[in-house]
């Protein structure tokens, strides 16, 4: 069974920075490489929302318009880890992030096609 386990949230005011990680193990006799990586984020009362997602090589990347030239994914295939960077945070990026893997073996946005997910860290962004 997959497990993956978000670290870096906390509390932050508008302006700053955090980097979130994403350790992956317990891969079902499968490489962290075979794997799409997504962070999600939700917030109070929304939808969870799809905000970056890597392909398995990494030379494929997607960002919701929300946090393009902010936000920064990278994976590190050898480390089992993929990685979050956010960058000049808003009150509005306030929110549980989640990271997220699938078997696919193309980049997918569609959250119900992400077949693991780890338990969450929050990010809060005080103005």
């Known amino acids: 069974q997959v497990q993956l386990v978000e670290s870096g949230g906390g509390l932050v005011q508008a302006g700053g920075s955090l980097r979130l990680s994403c350790a992956a193990s317990?891969?079902?006799?499968?490489?962290?490489?075979?794997?799409?990586m997504g962070w999600f984020r939700q917030a109070p009362g929304k939808e969870r929302e799809l905000v970056a997602a890597?392909?398995?090589?990494?030379?494929?990347?997607y960002y919701a318009d929300s946090v393009k030239g902010r936000f920064t994914i990278s994976r590190d295939n050898a480390k089992n880890t993929v990685y979050l960077q956010i960058n000049s945070l808003k009150p509005e990026d306030t929110a549980v992030y989640y990271c997220?893997?699938?078997?696919?073996?193309?980049?997918?946005?569609?959250?119900?096609?992400?077949?693991?997910w780890g338990q969450g860290t929050q990010v809060t962004v005080s103005s």
């Open positions: 890597i392909s398995r090589s990494g030379d494929s990347i």
């Open positions: 317990g891969l079902s006799g499968r490489t962290f490489s075979s794997y799409v």
């Open positions: 997220a893997a699938t078997r696919s073996m193309v980049l997918i946005t569609l959250i119900n096609l992400y077949d693991y």
